[in-house]
Protein backbone atom coordinates (compact mmCIF):
# COMPACT_ATOMS: atom_id res chain seq x y z
CA UNK A 1 0.00 0.00 0.00
CA UNK A 2 1.41 3.30 -1.43
CA UNK A 3 1.17 6.07 1.86
CA UNK A 4 0.33 9.49 0.33
CA UNK A 5 0.35 12.37 2.75
CA UNK A 6 -3.07 13.93 2.89
CA UNK A 7 -2.44 17.27 1.95
CA UNK A 8 -0.92 16.15 -1.12
CA UNK A 9 -4.09 14.14 -2.05
CA UNK A 10 -6.20 17.72 -1.08
CA UNK A 11 -3.69 19.44 -3.05
CA UNK A 12 -4.66 17.47 -6.45
CA UNK A 13 -8.08 17.21 -6.01
CA UNK A 14 -7.89 21.06 -5.82
CA UNK A 15 -5.61 21.74 -8.37
CA UNK A 16 -7.89 18.92 -10.53
CA UNK A 17 -10.78 21.07 -9.74
CA UNK A 18 -9.73 24.38 -10.98
CA UNK A 19 -8.44 22.80 -14.06
CA UNK A 20 -12.11 21.60 -14.26
CA UNK A 21 -13.45 25.15 -13.86
CA UNK A 22 -11.00 26.70 -16.16
CA UNK A 23 -11.90 24.00 -19.24
CA UNK A 24 -15.77 24.94 -18.54
CA UNK A 25 -15.02 28.48 -18.40
CA UNK A 26 -12.58 28.76 -21.83
CA UNK A 27 -15.76 26.48 -23.17
CA UNK A 28 -18.36 28.82 -22.29
CA UNK A 29 -16.24 31.02 -23.67
CA UNK A 30 -15.88 29.82 -27.00
CA UNK A 31 -19.26 29.13 -27.09
CA UNK A 32 -20.35 32.86 -26.95
CA UNK A 33 -18.28 34.03 -29.23
CA UNK A 34 -19.00 31.04 -31.34
CA UNK A 35 -22.43 31.89 -31.07
CA UNK A 36 -21.80 35.73 -32.21
CA UNK A 37 -19.88 34.48 -35.00
CA UNK A 38 -22.35 32.21 -35.89
CA UNK A 39 -24.97 34.78 -36.14
CA UNK A 40 -23.10 37.32 -37.76
CA UNK A 41 -21.90 34.92 -40.32
CA UNK A 42 -23.29 36.98 -43.68
CA UNK A 43 -24.45 33.00 -44.86
CA UNK A 44 -26.05 32.13 -41.64
CA UNK A 45 -27.73 35.82 -41.52
CA UNK A 46 -29.38 35.67 -44.12
CA UNK A 47 -30.78 32.11 -43.99
CA UNK A 48 -32.26 33.43 -40.55
CA UNK A 49 -33.44 36.70 -42.20
CA UNK A 50 -35.19 34.81 -45.20
CA UNK A 51 -37.22 32.77 -42.50
CA UNK A 52 -38.02 35.62 -40.30
CA UNK A 53 -39.26 37.84 -43.16
CA UNK A 54 -42.39 36.11 -43.98
CA UNK A 55 -43.44 36.56 -40.57
CA UNK A 56 -42.94 40.18 -40.04
CA UNK A 57 -44.38 41.01 -43.77
CA UNK A 58 -47.70 39.89 -42.14
CA UNK A 59 -47.29 41.46 -38.77
CA UNK A 60 -46.34 44.26 -39.91
CA UNK A 61 -49.74 44.60 -42.82
CA UNK A 62 -51.92 43.76 -40.20
CA UNK A 63 -50.54 46.00 -38.03
CA UNK A 64 -51.20 48.69 -40.61
CA UNK A 65 -54.45 47.40 -41.20
CA UNK A 66 -55.34 47.82 -37.65
CA UNK A 67 -53.70 50.86 -37.16
CA UNK A 68 -55.12 52.84 -40.18
CA UNK A 69 -58.60 51.21 -39.11
CA UNK A 70 -58.17 52.74 -35.50
CA UNK A 71 -56.58 56.01 -36.64
CA UNK A 72 -59.14 56.96 -39.44
CA UNK A 73 -62.30 55.55 -38.47
CA UNK A 74 -62.45 54.56 -34.73
CA UNK A 75 -60.42 57.37 -32.72
CA UNK A 76 -62.15 60.79 -31.55
CA UNK A 77 -61.42 64.17 -33.15
CA UNK A 78 -59.35 66.28 -30.31
CA UNK A 79 -61.38 68.88 -29.19
CA UNK A 80 -59.27 71.67 -30.38
CA UNK A 81 -57.28 70.23 -32.92
CA UNK A 82 -60.32 68.67 -34.62
CA UNK A 83 -59.51 65.99 -37.74
CA UNK A 84 -55.68 67.33 -37.93
CA UNK A 85 -54.82 64.95 -35.02
CA UNK A 86 -55.05 62.57 -37.29
CA UNK A 87 -51.82 63.22 -38.98
CA UNK A 88 -49.74 62.78 -35.77
CA UNK A 89 -50.47 58.81 -36.20
CA UNK A 90 -48.07 59.01 -39.22
CA UNK A 91 -45.83 62.09 -37.97
CA UNK A 92 -44.85 60.66 -35.01
CA UNK A 93 -44.32 57.06 -35.89
CA UNK A 94 -41.67 58.70 -38.76
CA UNK A 95 -40.46 60.87 -36.44
CA UNK A 96 -39.87 58.04 -33.54
CA UNK A 97 -37.81 55.99 -36.36
CA UNK A 98 -35.80 58.54 -37.95
CA UNK A 99 -34.31 58.88 -34.72
CA UNK A 100 -34.52 55.46 -33.50
CA UNK A 101 -32.41 54.29 -37.25
CA UNK A 102 -29.99 57.00 -36.90
CA UNK A 103 -29.16 55.39 -33.59
CA UNK A 104 -29.33 51.95 -35.03
CA UNK A 105 -26.52 53.07 -37.79
CA UNK A 106 -24.40 54.98 -35.00
CA UNK A 107 -24.11 51.46 -32.82
CA UNK A 108 -23.67 49.93 -36.02
CA UNK A 109 -21.03 51.77 -37.34
CA UNK A 110 -19.52 51.68 -33.48
CA UNK A 111 -19.38 47.57 -33.95
CA UNK A 112 -17.69 47.94 -37.69
CA UNK A 113 -15.16 50.26 -35.93
CA UNK A 114 -14.03 48.01 -32.56
CA UNK A 115 -14.97 44.60 -34.26
CA UNK A 116 -13.60 45.42 -38.03
CA UNK A 117 -17.08 43.24 -39.08
CA UNK A 118 -18.62 43.62 -42.62
CA UNK A 119 -21.94 42.98 -41.42
CA UNK A 120 -22.74 45.73 -38.94
CA UNK A 121 -21.14 48.11 -41.96
CA UNK A 122 -23.79 46.11 -44.62
CA UNK A 123 -26.51 47.12 -42.01
CA UNK A 124 -25.31 50.80 -41.18
CA UNK A 125 -25.32 51.19 -44.92
CA UNK A 126 -28.19 49.65 -45.50
CA UNK A 127 -30.35 51.18 -43.14
CA UNK A 128 -28.84 54.80 -44.07
CA UNK A 129 -31.69 55.55 -46.86
CA UNK A 130 -34.69 53.84 -45.24
CA UNK A 131 -33.88 56.71 -42.22
CA UNK A 132 -33.91 59.41 -44.65
CA UNK A 133 -37.07 58.51 -46.04
CA UNK A 134 -38.91 58.12 -42.23
CA UNK A 135 -36.90 61.63 -41.78
CA UNK A 136 -38.00 63.44 -44.66
CA UNK A 137 -41.88 62.01 -43.69
CA UNK A 138 -41.58 63.47 -40.57
CA UNK A 139 -41.09 66.63 -41.70
CA UNK A 140 -43.68 67.10 -44.46
CA UNK A 141 -46.36 65.53 -42.12
CA UNK A 142 -45.15 67.90 -39.72
CA UNK A 143 -45.57 70.42 -42.13
CA UNK A 144 -48.82 69.65 -43.20
CA UNK A 145 -49.85 69.56 -39.64
CA UNK A 146 -48.46 73.14 -39.07
CA UNK A 147 -50.23 74.64 -41.33
CA UNK A 148 -53.61 74.32 -39.99
CA UNK A 149 -52.51 74.62 -36.63
CA UNK A 150 -49.66 77.08 -36.38
CA UNK A 151 -50.48 79.19 -39.08
CA UNK A 152 -47.07 78.66 -41.23
CA UNK A 153 -45.74 75.46 -43.05
CA UNK A 154 -42.48 75.88 -41.48
CA UNK A 155 -41.10 77.80 -38.52
CA UNK A 156 -36.92 77.66 -37.49
CA UNK A 157 -37.33 76.69 -34.40
CA UNK A 158 -35.17 73.98 -31.83
CA UNK A 159 -37.18 70.92 -32.60
CA UNK A 160 -37.75 71.81 -36.36
CA UNK A 161 -34.45 72.92 -37.37
CA UNK A 162 -32.51 70.16 -35.72
CA UNK A 163 -34.98 67.57 -37.11
CA UNK A 164 -33.90 69.71 -40.53
CA UNK A 165 -30.08 69.08 -39.26
CA UNK A 166 -30.71 65.13 -39.23
CA UNK A 167 -31.79 64.96 -42.35
CA UNK A 168 -28.78 66.68 -43.46
CA UNK A 169 -26.74 64.28 -42.00
CA UNK A 170 -28.63 61.55 -43.02
CA UNK A 171 -28.15 62.52 -46.85
CA UNK A 172 -24.27 63.45 -46.09
CA UNK A 173 -24.23 59.76 -45.34
CA UNK A 174 -25.57 58.68 -48.18
CA UNK A 175 -23.86 61.11 -50.18
CA UNK A 176 -20.43 59.88 -48.91
CA UNK A 177 -21.07 55.89 -49.83
CA UNK A 178 -21.62 57.36 -53.57
CA UNK A 179 -19.01 59.82 -53.87
CA UNK A 180 -16.02 57.50 -53.30
CA UNK A 181 -15.26 54.42 -55.77
CA UNK A 182 -13.25 52.20 -52.55
CA UNK A 183 -16.03 50.71 -50.41
CA UNK A 184 -13.59 50.66 -47.38
CA UNK A 185 -12.88 54.66 -47.67
CA UNK A 186 -16.35 55.55 -47.85
CA UNK A 187 -17.07 53.14 -45.09
CA UNK A 188 -14.75 55.41 -42.47
CA UNK A 189 -15.99 58.46 -43.30
CA UNK A 190 -19.23 57.07 -43.44
CA UNK A 191 -18.88 56.16 -39.95
CA UNK A 192 -17.22 59.45 -38.90
CA UNK A 193 -20.55 60.96 -39.96
CA UNK A 194 -23.03 58.25 -38.09
CA UNK A 195 -20.74 58.32 -34.81
CA UNK A 196 -20.33 62.77 -35.01
CA UNK A 197 -23.98 62.71 -35.57
CA UNK A 198 -25.81 60.68 -33.68
CA UNK A 199 -25.11 63.89 -30.87
CA UNK A 200 -28.34 65.18 -32.59
CA UNK A 201 -30.46 62.37 -31.12
CA UNK A 202 -30.60 63.35 -27.38
CA UNK A 203 -30.70 67.51 -29.11
CA UNK A 204 -33.80 66.74 -30.73
CA UNK A 205 -35.61 64.83 -27.81
CA UNK A 206 -34.47 67.49 -25.48
CA UNK A 207 -35.01 70.64 -27.94
CA UNK A 208 -38.57 71.16 -26.71
CA UNK A 209 -37.17 71.39 -23.34
CA UNK A 210 -34.11 73.02 -23.44
CA UNK A 211 -35.34 75.96 -25.70
CA UNK A 212 -38.92 77.60 -26.39
CA UNK A 213 -40.04 76.22 -29.14
CA UNK A 214 -43.82 76.15 -31.43
CA UNK A 215 -43.48 72.49 -31.29
CA UNK A 216 -45.78 70.93 -28.78
CA UNK A 217 -43.40 69.07 -25.71
CA UNK A 218 -43.35 65.08 -25.49
CA UNK A 219 -47.18 63.79 -24.79
CA UNK A 220 -46.19 60.35 -24.01
CA UNK A 221 -43.51 60.32 -21.37
CA UNK A 222 -45.85 62.25 -19.17
CA UNK A 223 -48.70 60.26 -20.55
CA UNK A 224 -50.64 63.53 -21.70
CA UNK A 225 -52.64 61.37 -23.82
CA UNK A 226 -55.89 60.39 -24.02
CA UNK A 227 -55.83 55.93 -24.72
CA UNK A 228 -58.66 56.69 -27.47
CA UNK A 229 -55.62 58.19 -29.33
CA UNK A 230 -53.17 56.43 -27.73
CA UNK A 231 -53.50 53.09 -28.55
CA UNK A 232 -53.82 53.97 -32.71
CA UNK A 233 -50.76 55.40 -32.56
CA UNK A 234 -48.32 52.96 -30.62
CA UNK A 235 -50.15 50.56 -33.29
CA UNK A 236 -49.00 52.37 -36.16
CA UNK A 237 -45.95 52.61 -34.42
CA UNK A 238 -45.64 49.03 -34.68
CA UNK A 239 -46.71 48.65 -38.07
CA UNK A 240 -43.86 51.45 -39.02
CA UNK A 241 -40.98 49.34 -37.04
CA UNK A 242 -41.78 46.66 -38.31
CA UNK A 243 -42.32 47.62 -41.98
CA UNK A 244 -38.46 48.99 -41.30
CA UNK A 245 -37.47 45.61 -40.12
CA UNK A 246 -38.79 43.99 -43.22
CA UNK A 247 -37.26 46.64 -45.60
CA UNK A 248 -34.29 46.89 -43.48
CA UNK A 249 -33.27 42.97 -43.82
CA UNK A 250 -34.31 43.07 -46.90
CA UNK A 251 -31.20 45.69 -47.74
CA UNK A 252 -28.70 44.32 -45.90
CA UNK A 253 -29.75 41.13 -47.90
CA UNK A 254 -29.19 43.26 -50.83
CA UNK A 255 -25.77 44.56 -49.66
CA UNK A 256 -24.50 41.41 -49.03
CA UNK A 257 -25.15 40.08 -52.49
CA UNK A 258 -23.78 43.17 -53.84
CA UNK A 259 -20.69 42.99 -51.77
CA UNK A 260 -20.30 38.96 -53.50
CA UNK A 261 -20.65 40.51 -56.97
CA UNK A 262 -18.47 42.96 -56.68
CA UNK A 263 -15.83 40.54 -55.01
CA UNK A 264 -16.43 37.97 -57.76
CA UNK A 265 -16.19 40.57 -60.45
CA UNK A 266 -12.96 41.98 -58.96
CA UNK A 267 -11.84 38.28 -59.42
CA UNK A 268 -12.78 37.99 -62.45
CA UNK A 269 -10.95 40.94 -63.72
CA UNK A 270 -7.87 40.04 -61.42
CA UNK A 271 -7.62 36.60 -62.91
CA UNK A 272 -7.66 38.16 -67.35
CA UNK B 1 -64.78 58.17 -38.14
CA UNK B 2 -63.24 61.08 -39.94
CA UNK B 3 -65.71 63.60 -41.12
CA UNK B 4 -64.37 63.88 -44.71
CA UNK B 5 -66.25 67.38 -45.04
CA UNK B 6 -64.72 68.90 -42.01
CA UNK B 7 -62.37 71.82 -42.30
CA UNK B 8 -59.07 70.59 -42.56
CA UNK B 9 -59.98 67.30 -43.46
CA UNK B 10 -57.84 68.17 -47.03
CA UNK B 11 -54.37 68.51 -44.54
CA UNK B 12 -55.23 64.90 -43.25
CA UNK B 13 -55.65 63.10 -46.56
CA UNK B 14 -52.59 64.88 -48.07
CA UNK B 15 -50.45 63.67 -45.26
CA UNK B 16 -51.61 60.04 -45.37
CA UNK B 17 -51.14 60.15 -49.04
CA UNK B 18 -47.58 61.50 -49.08
CA UNK B 19 -46.55 58.67 -46.02
CA UNK B 20 -48.47 56.19 -48.82
CA UNK B 21 -46.74 57.60 -51.71
CA UNK B 22 -43.08 57.35 -50.26
CA UNK B 23 -43.22 53.50 -48.19
CA UNK B 24 -44.57 52.14 -51.43
CA UNK B 25 -41.87 54.31 -53.49
CA UNK B 26 -39.61 52.94 -50.46
CA UNK B 27 -40.63 49.02 -50.73
CA UNK B 28 -40.49 48.96 -54.55
CA UNK B 29 -36.85 50.40 -54.61
CA UNK B 30 -35.71 48.11 -51.96
CA UNK B 31 -37.62 45.48 -53.90
CA UNK B 32 -36.56 46.08 -57.11
CA UNK B 33 -32.70 46.08 -56.10
CA UNK B 34 -33.33 42.66 -54.49
CA UNK B 35 -34.78 41.29 -58.04
CA UNK B 36 -31.84 43.23 -59.95
CA UNK B 37 -29.38 41.41 -57.59
CA UNK B 38 -30.53 38.11 -57.76
CA UNK B 39 -30.56 38.04 -61.80
CA UNK B 40 -27.18 39.09 -61.40
CA UNK B 41 -25.87 36.65 -58.64
CA UNK B 42 -27.39 33.41 -61.04
CA UNK B 43 -25.56 34.97 -63.69
CA UNK B 44 -22.13 34.38 -62.30
CA UNK B 45 -23.11 30.92 -60.74
CA UNK B 46 -22.02 28.39 -62.85
CA UNK B 47 -24.38 27.06 -64.90
CA UNK B 48 -25.78 30.55 -64.94
CA UNK B 49 -27.63 32.78 -67.86
CA UNK B 50 -23.61 34.23 -68.09
CA UNK B 51 -22.57 31.08 -68.78
Redesign the interface.
Known sequence: MINVPARSISDRALSTLNASFKADRDLRLKGYSDAMQFLANPTIFMRLANAVLPWAWTAAALCFAAGLYMA???SP?DYQK???V??MY??VP?AWLALFIYVLMAVASAVALIFRHPLADAAAKAAG??GA?FC??AL??GA??G??MWGTWWVWDARLTSMFILMLLYLAYLAIWQAFDDPHLAAGLARVVALVGVIMVPIIKFSVEWWNTLHQPASLAKLAIDPAMLWPLLLMALAYTL?FLC?HL??I??EI??R??RA?RLKAIAST | MMDLAAAHAGFVIAAYAISAVFLSVLLAAVMLRRRRLSKEEQKLKPGGDGK
Do not use: M, Y
Open positions: LISTGETRIVHAPLVFLVTIWKPFLTAGNTAKLA
